[in-house]
DNA sequence: TCAGTTGTAAGCATAAATATTACAACTGAC
DNA sequence: GTCAGTTGTAATATTTATGCTTACAACTGA
């Protein structure tokens, strides 16, 4: 399978809470998991690295998360790179030991790796492209056609 | 972490492999894992799946690999699909039971779903661009500064 | 002071990848 | 026809990452 890992998804969707909920409720960590049906340790984890890359600010004691910036200057690729904490950052992994007495195993890397980083670079850019301002965008379409 | 296995590159490596050695000598599982220095077990199965991909053949018995069309026209997503059995091909994977009783909850797939398909296909057109010709071409190069 | 919350550690369960052993079925050369 | 070499596949083990859960210290605001 070897699928990105829920932690993105997931930190949209408490993005899409913090959107819709923010100003009314105090978005918790119990209130996230709630939403998610996501154990609440886990959601305080993401919250956590969301925090450390600056993307959110949460109170501690008092309980709570917020966006730290403006949503437009909020990225899928900064959400990405906060909860996806790949060695390197690297997509695809490769096979550790090749052969360095092969002609084709001790050049694989030199073959492979610009092609797999020109593939890697397509798929963040759309990433990038991308902003919370959008999802409040949607999640607020989606909403008032519930409502209506 | 959650990568992109590495059956991929592998696949890729095995294909680097046929291009190189294949006029020469049979390229063997055992052959292959030598190479890669992957237990040949393991290549059987990656060849079983490009074989079932119908992108090379595989000589029973007496044994062997070939590709089984043209160069150009074997592209490196057609390898990531024939290797990579995510069940609906699915990049992202998403947290299974978001709550139905949240308004997010119940509209997280409206809003994310064709954000995330969106990414997944820019990087599956960018997959689609390289193709084994590409690889071959990248693979003599690499080699013949060897020899000089 | 205290109820509610965050941050974090520790242990467990699950799932996927890869390694490994084993062996039946097959093929081509002799 | 035999046989060495090979593929296809099953079964098991190991490793690694994920996510769940319990527990609790530290913190905050009322």
Same mark, same amino acid.
């Given at each position: 399978?070897?699928?990105?890992?829920?932690?993105?998804?997931?930190?949209?969707?408490?993005?899409?809470?913090?959107?819709?909920?923010?100003?009314? $409720?105090?978005?918790?960590?119990?209130?996230?998991?709630?939403?998610?049906?996501?154990?609440?340790?886990?959601?305080?984890?993401?919250?956590?690295?969301?925090?450390?890359?600056?993307?959110?600010?949460?109170?501690?004691?008092?309980?709570?998360?917020?966006?730290?910036?403006?949503?437009?200057?909020?990225?899928?690729?900064?959400? $990405?790179? /906060?909860?996806?904490?790949?060695?390197?950052?690297?997509?695809?992994?490769?096979?550790?030991?090749?052969?360095?007495?092969?002609?084709?195993?001790?050049?694989?890397?030199?073959?492979?790796?610009?092609?797999?980083?020109?593939?890697?670079? /397509?798929?963040?850019?759309?990433?990038?492209?991308?902003?919370?301002?959008?999802?409040?965008?949607?999640?607020?379409?989606?909403?008032?056609?519930?409502?209506?």
């Amino acid at each position: 399978m070897m699928q990105i890992s829920s932690r993105f998804t997931l930190a949209v969707h408490i993005f899409a809470c913090i959107d819709t909920f923010g100003n009314e $409720y105090k978005v918790t960590s119990d209130f996230l998991s709630k939403s998610t049906n996501v154990n609440p340790v886990i959601i305080r984890k993401i919250l956590g690295q969301l925090k450390g890359a600056g993307l959110l600010k949460v109170t501690r004691g008092a309980g709570g998360a917020a966006a730290a910036r403006p949503l437009h200057e909020i990225t899928f690729l900064d959400i $990405y790179r /906060a909860v996806e904490c790949i060695e390197g950052g690297e997509l695809f992994h490769f096979h550790e030991n090749p052969n360095p007495a092969c002609p084709v195993g001790m050049n694989i890397h030199f073959i492979l790796d610009d092609k797999l980083l020109r593939i890697q670079n /397509a798929m963040e850019k759309e990433l990038a492209s991308i902003t919370l301002a959008d999802l409040k965008k949607d999640t607020e379409k989606y909403l008032n056609q519930e409502t209506m």
